[in-house]
């Protein structure tokens, strides 16, 4: 059964950091893109940031410069380094995978995991 089992949300402040984790499992995820959505309340869900399995990198222009994306090939796991935070990114954050090399839409995106809720006080 496959798996993605994100961590490391929780409440902060404006200007803090978090560092968000994603445990795949269940499947080989080689040559998988690995990406980070959010969505918050009364929103759509958004594109944050992904990674290819070449580490190619791709942000969202709102993330830029504060959040950094990284995979452990050998570990299953993708992160999410979040820094300078906002109130506005206040979110659930979904951690999905994909067979595409690169996308933005969430329509491309197979394995997903439950989601990992971010709060960030003003």
């Known amino acids: 059964q496959v798996q993605l089992v994100e961590s490391g949300g929780g409440l902060v402040q404006a200007g803090g950091s978090l560092r968000l984790s994603c445990a795949a499992s269940?499947?080989?995820?080689?040559?998988?893109?690995m990406g980070w959505f959010r969505q918050a309340p009364g929103k759509e869900r958004e594109f944050v940031t992904s990674i290819t399995w070449s580490a190619s990198t791709y942000y969202a222009e709102s993330v830029k410069g504060r959040f950094t994306i990284s995979r452990d090939k050998f570990k299953n796991t993708v992160y999410l380094q979040m820094n300078s935070l906002k109130p506005e990114d206040t979110a659930i954050y979904y951690c999905?995978?994909?067979?595409?090399?690169?996308?933005?839409?969430?329509?491309?995106?197979?394995?997903w995991g439950q989601g990992t809720q971010v709060t960030v006080s003003s």
């Open positions: 999905a995978a994909s067979n595409v090399y690169y996308s933005d839409s969430a329509s491309s995106y197979t394995y």
């Open positions: 269940g499947r080989t995820f080689r040559g998988y893109s």
